[in-house]
């Protein structure tokens, strides 16, 4: 198959590196793609949301797939459009992305599939917010309804913080048309959780778990970011939370999906809470997390086209079972000096070459160009993407240390504790 792919993170390069592998795939392209995608793909230099400019490339070179890394072209409704043109996609329709692209339509669902979740209002009305932040108390959570970069979230403190928060956004100075409707919700206490499904529609097929590092800083501390690092699996994963993430979360929200008329197909992403064992959902994703990806697509020995493939086309019937490594695999991630705030672009990065010669580590390429001098540069926040594999999240993270030991990067940082938790539950258990 001609395959394109779209996007330019290191979610993407993940994906690229995987299905370059597969023996299905005799030509991937990638749009816009990254210095690190273009060892894998051909680069295609179009836009990740121009949606007309896309359906047109897959059009004129006769594609037979496309798979789609980010939401903003799904909600913009890129499969929709490939649809028309009888292009298989992997990723939702419009209105199946629509579980990421308005947080209020997700919360209603849940309400009316039972899935457990925050308790929640929606509002447009400074008056009718203020009077539920003062029945729910704080810490208390406020949400736009949009999509906000992975930014509408703000954890209030306490009631007045809560307040001020509900007005930025309802003005929209804080996040524009995005915030123009917020959630209001109450603080879930517990461990966070990534698990992720993929869906054809009608039925789903588990994937696999992986913890995230949304914080800037070490010890959690700081920004929230898009992530600076993940590992996978989860390391309280087992088999029974998983049934219960299955039956209780995955499943409704597959029949509900269908039953409302907008049947989900691609990957569900359920960002998970685990309050004393029971899962929550705090949000769902349409596509698949940036860094989670990495070192999940580190783990799956199974033919990652077949897999999507099967999710574009309903034949799940056909697809054997998935297979994975039985190590763990861990990523770091690095960042340009100033994120998630402002960095400088340009900046230049060297020791690729000696970290590509280090076994069980795989660097995947974020905001990277080889500039005309052939020299490699950043060109976003965050940069490089450092996986290691062991038998051990100790292991993981120590390779892939290493492989950030090699990184000449001065105008770059990176957390240096990813997989902390993971880490030191492991310790007390073998103490
Ligand atoms: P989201 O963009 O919805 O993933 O939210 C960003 C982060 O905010 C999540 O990863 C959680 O850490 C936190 N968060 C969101 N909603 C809640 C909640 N109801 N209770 C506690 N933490 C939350
Ligand atoms: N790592 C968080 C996300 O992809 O949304």
Redesign the pocket.
Known sequence: MKILLVGSGGREHALAWAIAKSPNCTKLYCAPGNAGIANDAELVDIGAEDVEALVGFAKENKIDFVVVGPEAPLVAGLVDALEKENIPAFGPKANAAILEGS?GFMKDLCAKCDIPT?RYKRFNNLEKATEFIHELGAPI?I?ADGLAA?K??I?AETVDEAIEATKEMLSGSAFGLAGSEIVI?????GE?LSYFAISDGENFIPFTSAQ?H?RAFDGDEGP?TGGMGAYSPAHFMSDDLEQKIIETIIKPTVKGMEAEGCPFAGVLYA?L?IVDGVPKL??YNVRFGDPECQPMLMRLKSDIVELLYASATKSFNELAPLEWDQDATLCVVMAANGYPGSYEKGTPIKGTDELNSLADVKLFHAGTLTDNSGALINTGGRVLNIVGKASTIEGAQAKAYEGVSKIDWPDGFCRSDIGWRAVKADKEKAA
């Open positions: 947080k925050a959570v949400k992975g509408g979230v954890i919700e109450e603080f879930m206490d966070e995230d949304k929230n960002g809470m705090i949000e």
